[in-house]
């Protein structure tokens, strides 16, 4: 995971690198450090642009947090309906509470309770980049910061190639400007 803050007391990282190459290559230099230092006495916000993408990008911290504690708050941006465009067995509604309900047994088997676990639903494949719809749901993962004194927000990397993971990018900077935590980065493609 890479800071996205500029923090003269760890060593100087691209802090927007265009390749996976280039991410890979900055995780030689990254510092070792516990959650704690990473994140602060909160827990943190990982923000997943679908259902699976809080496991698969972040799974490792959430049973950390879980074990060591306090654990993290995963809000999760779009419903996931789109995977099966015109599937008859997994129409849109039937795909997204399949799941909603695989997220929340995956982050449960990763020991977080199922009182940490949100879902916006927003439209897969169409997350907001800008306007009435990004400002909604900024403010309200900036109500899920603030209700739940989270020290960090964690979200996909702006460089991900899909729309849904570089807009959730854009609103997890815009929460981490109007709240104060700090915002890490972490790949999924």
């Given at each position: 995971?890479?800071?996205?803050?500029?923090?003269?007391?760890r060593?100087?990282i691209?802090?927007?690198?265009?390749?996976v190459?280039?991410?890979?290559r900055?995780?030689d230099?990254?510092?070792?450090?516990?959650?704690?230092?990473?994140?602060?006495?909160?827990p943190p916000?990982?923000?997943a642009?679908?259902?699976?993408?809080?496991s698969?990008g972040?799974?490792?911290?959430i049973?950390?947090?879980?074990?060591?504690?306090p654990?993290?708050?995963?809000?999760?941006?779009?419903?996931?309906?789109a995977s099966?465009p015109?599937?008859?067995?997994w129409?849109?509604e039937?795909?997204?509470?399949l799941r909603?309900s695989?997220?929340?047994?995956?982050?449960?088997?990763l020991?977080?309770p199922g009182?940490?676990?949100?879902?916006l639903?927003?439209?897969?494949?169409a997350?907001?980049?800008?306007?009435?719809?990004?400002d909604?749901?900024?403010?309200?993962?900036c109500?899920v910061?603030?209700s739940s004194?989270?020290g960090?927000?964690l979200a996909t990397?702006?460089?991900d190639?899909?729309?849904?993971?570089?807009?959730?990018?854009?609103?997890?900077?815009a929460?981490a400007?109007r709240t104060g935590?700090?915002?890490?980065?972490?790949?999924?493609?």
């Amino acid at each position: 995971m890479q800071s996205m803050e500029d923090d003269m007391s760890r060593p100087k990282i691209d802090a927007r690198p265009t390749r996976v190459s280039d991410v890979l290559r900055s995780w030689d230099v990254l510092p070792v450090a516990d959650l704690e230092m990473l994140f602060g006495a909160g827990p943190p916000l990982v923000l997943a642009p679908h259902p699976d993408d809080e496991s698969i990008g972040c799974g490792g911290i959430i049973a950390g947090c879980c074990a060591q504690g306090p654990p993290p708050t995963v809000v999760v941006v779009t419903d996931g309906a789109a995977s099966h465009p015109g599937s008859r067995r997994w129409p849109p509604e039937a795909l997204r509470d399949l799941r909603e309900s695989e997220a929340r047994e995956a982050v449960r088997r990763l020991g977080l309770p199922g009182d940490r676990i949100r879902f916006l639903r927003l439209a897969d494949a169409a997350a907001p980049h800008g306007g009435e719809a990004f400002d909604g749901a900024v403010d309200e993962v900036c109500r899920v910061v603030m209700s739940s004194r989270c020290g960090a927000v964690l979200a996909t990397w702006s460089h991900d190639p899909h729309c849904d993971h570089k807009a959730v990018a854009k609103m997890a900077r815009a929460v981490a400007c109007r709240t104060g935590v700090p915002h890490y980065a972490y790949p999924v493609w």
